[in-house]
Structures are given as structure tokens and as C-alpha cells.
């Protein structure tokens, strides 16, 4: 039995701004469920949605500063959860890295900083709690200075990186490194240094023993300028010991023969429950009520990554056709303000909702008839595999996670029951366009499209495979 330390800044359900919340609130289950030892660490910020159980564990001196130790319990779980406790930094109101206006908190440096030098604490047992990991594993930039500054200690446990996604590096002055007292022997190129920044991604990408990615084709993707952001080199320097690792999906949450959310559960079986969830979300969106019309979804951070300037280029196009579609995102203003205008344009058409909302997001999953997820690029995407889940039919482009997980729909995928979506390459308005026609021509043939839903809802995107390629990483180390 391993003991690993999972480290964090958000796991769903205490707390999620994205996929990496619904990944870490997962996978640490899914290798506990390998009989492994594993604890999750995560900063115990203010809109921390806590259901269990909450005790003191013990306190430590960190950069002259008190920080308590808190136990608690991964909702509906047993894996154990230490909460880093240090109010002046986390104790605030709402999101974990942005204010109200979407602006990045302005210590964020130094609240994750301090983050990583508890973790490194706590994996050295120097509290004596008589638990020192075996391995470390680290996820995105938020946690990147955790393997840095373990290589410089003695008898440490073996590091591993996750990148779920390389636009995001935790970028900060170089006049962070002496605010934050970063060790001499890191602060060069071949080290924390990225022109002239602090970069905190580089201490993952560069110090931890083994780094991985959220899916097979990403990873090699990140390996090119175009995916790279100037990190490219380093990752194919680091090709031996760099992997990518597809993500699953969370059963429990997202089944739709038990999802509590739902209106109507159904299964691959009662495919016409679908349509009362269908009926439903119109509804709620206030579209006229109508059965035969395809109905396109999408949910998601509305920014270029998820190719939100496609859909709006293709939109005048698009609402000239006999379809609804229904949103549910935020994110850039811009995008928001012009997706709005439009729905204005043609109520009868096209419904959005600028906000966050998990229950409307599985309502969505499960009434829509396509998903759209043309993203630029896509470490992964979780929002394609709930929908195939859920007899919905994503329209993805060839992308990281996207690639891996959709199998697009062929005359020879049809007739071997794997076609699932449909995948189009370009990222461009024409390809997406093309793609949203052949969707329409799919739809029109009710039965292409029944296999299409039922091959995406009988593939297996549970944790399990993922989870014992992780256990093998580790056992590696
Ligand atoms: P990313 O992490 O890049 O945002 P993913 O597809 O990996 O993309 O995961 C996004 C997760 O966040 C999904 O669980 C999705 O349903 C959820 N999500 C995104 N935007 C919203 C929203 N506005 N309301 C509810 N859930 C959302
Ligand atoms: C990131 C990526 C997304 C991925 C998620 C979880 O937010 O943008 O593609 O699914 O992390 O790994």
C-alpha cells in the first residue's frame, strides 16, 4: 500500500471553478479504491462547502506564520482531506484565485506560495504525525513549487506533476523571488526563471520526478509552439519521463439512471425519458417546446480556449437553420455580451444563462441532443464524456482529450457501433459550421443517430483504468 499525498487548490464538491475540481475530487477516490493510502491537501478557503466532520489535527510554523491543520472527510467518501488553514489568505469570500471583477487576487503569489511550503511540511512529516508519503502528487501551477522545493531536501518522497492545462503557469515579477524568498539554487532558466518571471509551473515541470497530462494526445501536443507557450522545449526534454493519462468521470455524480438532478433518469434503454428532459429544458430556457428540432447545448467558461469566437462567427449561420440552442457559461465579458445580443435576436431560438450552475449543467447534459465543444485546444474535456454519458452527441474538434475520447462518426464507425460524435479538424467557422451540418443530417435519420447514442452511452469513462495507470507511475518512481 502506497501512502500519496494529492495536492490541490480546488476538488469538487468543496470547491470548483473548472475540470480540475471534478478531477480531483475523483481520481483520489478511484485510488483509495485500489486499497492505496491517500490524503488530499487543499487550502481551506472561505466557500469551502464542508459536509463532514471538521477537527484540529496540529498546527506548524511556516514562514513565521501559524498555520493550523484541519481533518475532514471528501464528501460521500473516505478519503481524508487536510485543510491548510491560515485565514489571512484563504479566509475570503469567493472565488479561489480571482475578485468579484475577475481580477487575479493580488498576493496570490504569496498565498500559494505558502501553500506549497505547508504541503512540503507536511510531506516531511516534520510535524511528526507519523505519515510521510510516499509519493507527492502535484496539480497545475498552483502546487508547482511543492516538487522545487522538495528536491532540495533529504530523504524526500518521489514527485508527480499533473498539467491540466498550460495556459495557466502561475507567472509573477521577479521581484516576487526575494518577496517570497525562493532558494537561490532554484532561481535560474534551467529552474524557476522563465523570462525574467517567477513561474511556479516550471518548478512541476522541470523538478518533479514524473510529470503527466490529462490525456494521451495533449501531451504530445505540448511538446509543439503551437501548444507549448514557450515551454515546449522543456517538455520534450522531458519525453522520457512525461506522460499523459486520460481522465475518467465521476460515476456517482454523473449517471443519468440516478443523476438526482434529473427530472427523468433513463438509460440507453429508455432513450424516450431523454425527451421528457429534453421538454424540460426548454422550458426552463423558455424555447417553445418542440420535439423534433435539435436541441445544441453548452456549458463552459466562455473563453477563446473553449472556441467560443467560432460558435459566434457561425451563429447568424447557424440560426437560420431549424434548431435551438442553450448556453450556460461566463467568462469573458466581450463573449458574453455578444452571445447575449444574439439570443435577443432570436428568443424563439437561442437561451442563455450567464452564470455558474450545477444542477442546470446536468439538466443540460441530459436534454440536449448535441453537445458543442469546439475548443482550440483541450487537455482533456470532461463535458464530452458526461455527454456521450448521456445519449447527448458532442460536436469536438480534434484536440487533446477531445481526440482521445470521441470517435467520429463514418460509415465504418457506424457499422462497428464505436461512432459517438462527430470530430471535425480545422478551427475554423467553416469546419464548425460543416460539422454542426452533418450533425443535422445525422439527426435527421433517427436510426444513425440511436446508435450513435447508445455506443457513446455503453463506453466505459470510469476512473478505473486511469486510476491503475497512475498507481503504476507511482509504483515506478
Ligand atoms: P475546463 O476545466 O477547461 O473548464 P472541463 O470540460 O474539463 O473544462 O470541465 C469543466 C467543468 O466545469 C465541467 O464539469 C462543467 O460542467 C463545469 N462547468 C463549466 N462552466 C459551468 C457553468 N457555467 N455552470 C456549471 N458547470 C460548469
Ligand atoms: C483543465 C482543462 C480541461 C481538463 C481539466 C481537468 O481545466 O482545460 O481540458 O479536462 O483541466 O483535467
New binding site residues.
Given amino acids: 500500500m502506497k501512502k500519496i499525498l494529492f495536492v490541490t487548490s480546488e476538488a469538487h464538491p468543496l470547491i470548483?471553478t473548472?475540470?480540475?475540481a471534478?478531477v480531483c475530487g475523483s481520481l483520489p477516490k478511484a485510488i483509495a479504491d485500489l486499497n492505496q493510502d491517500i490524503k488530499l491537501i487543499i487550502p481551506n478557503y472561505q466557500a469551502l462547502k464542508k459536509t463532514e466532520d471538521v477537527r484540529f489535527l496540529f498546527s506548524l510554523r511556516v514562514d513565521n506564520r501559524n498555520i493550523n491543520i484541519l481533518e475532514t472527510k471528501l464528501p460521500d467518501s473516505h478519503v481524508v482531506v487536510w485543510l491548510v488553514d491560515y485565514p489571512t489568505y484563504y479566509n475570503i469570500p469567493g472565488n479561489p484565485y480571482v475578485d468579484e471583477l475577475g481580477e487575479p487576487w493580488a498576493n496570490n503569489a504569496a498565498r500559494f506560495a505558502l501553500f506549497c511550503r505547508v504541503v512540503v511540511e507536511v510531506a516531511m512529516d516534520r510535524a511528526y504525525q507519523d505519515w510521510k508519503p510516499d509519493v507527492v502528487h502535484c496539480n497545475d501551477w498552483q502546487c508547482g513549487l511543492v516538487p522545487a522545493l522538495l528536491s532540495l531536501e533529504n530523504d524526500r518522497p518521489a514527485t508527480v506533476f499533473t498539467i491540466?492545462?498550460m495556459a495557466y503557469q502561475g507567472l509573477f515579477p521577479v521581484s516576487d523571488v526575494a518577496i517570497l524568498n525562493i532558494p537561490g539554487q532554484l532561481w535560474h532558466p534551467e529552474g524557476l526563471e522563465f523570462h525574467n518571471n517567477l513561474s511556479f509551473i516550471k518548478g512541476g515541470l522541470v523538478y518533479s520526478d514524473y510529470v503527466t497530462t490529462v490525456s494521451p494526445t495533449y501531451a504530445l501536443e505540448i511538446q509543439t509552439s503551437e501548444y507549448g507557450y514557450g515551454l515546449e522545449g522543456l517538455l520534450e526534454y522531458r519525453k522520457d519521463s512525461l506522460g499523459g493519462v486520460i481522465n475518467g468521470i465521476d460515476l456517482d455524480q454523473w449517471d443519468p439512471e440516478t443523476d438526482a438532478s434529473l427530472p427523468y433518469n433513463f438509460s440507453e434503454i429508455s432513450l424516450d425519458q431523454k425527451r421528457l428532459n429534453k421538454t424540460a429544458l426548454q422550458t426552463k430556457f423558455l424555447l417553445p417546446v418542440k420535439d423534433n428540432v435539435p436541441l445544441f447545448g453548452l456549458?463552459?467558461?466562455l473563453v477563446e480556449?473553449?472556441g467560443i469566437d467560432l460558435i459566434l462567427e457561425c451563429l447568424p449561420e447557424m440560426m437560420e437553420m431549424e434548431v435551438q440552442f442553450v448556453l450556460?457559461?461566463?467568462g469573458d465579458k466581450v463573449f458574453e455580451k455578444k452571445l447575449q445580443a444574439i439570443a435577443l435576436q432570436y428568443p424563439n431560438k437561442m437561451s442563455i444563462n450567464i452564470?455558474?450552475?450545477?444542477g442546470?449543467?446536468h439538466l443540460i447534459e441530459a436534454g440536449a441532443d448535441v453537445f458543442l465543444m469546439p475548443s482550440r485546444f483541450?487537455?482533456?474535456?470532461?463535458?464530452q464524456m458526461?455527454s456521450q454519458r448521456y445519449g447527448t452527441i458532442p460536436i469536438v474538434r480534434k484536440t487533446g482529450g477531445l481526440a482521445d475520447t470521441v470517435t467520429d462518426t463514418l460509415p465504418e464507425t457506424l457499422l462497428n457501433n464505436s461512432a459517438s460524435g462527430i470530430v471535425f479538424n480545422e478551427a475554423s467557422a467553416g469546419s464548425l459550421l460543416e460539422a454542426i451540418k452533418r450533425a443535422l443530417i445525422l439527426y435527421s435519420t433517427p436510426e444513425y443517430w440511436k446508435k450513435m447514442q447508445v455506443s457513446g452511452m455503453k463506453k466505459d469513462f470510469s476512473w478505473q483504468k486511469s486510476a491503475e495507470k497512475y498507481l503504476s507511475i507511482y509504483d515506478s518512481l
Avoid: A, T
Fill in positions: 470548483k473548472g475540470g480540475l471534478d491540466h492545462n456549458i463552459g467558461r480556449q473553449k450556460l457559461g461566463s452564470g455558474y450552475d450545477e442546470l449543467s483541450e487537455p482533456c474535456g470532461l463535458n458526461y
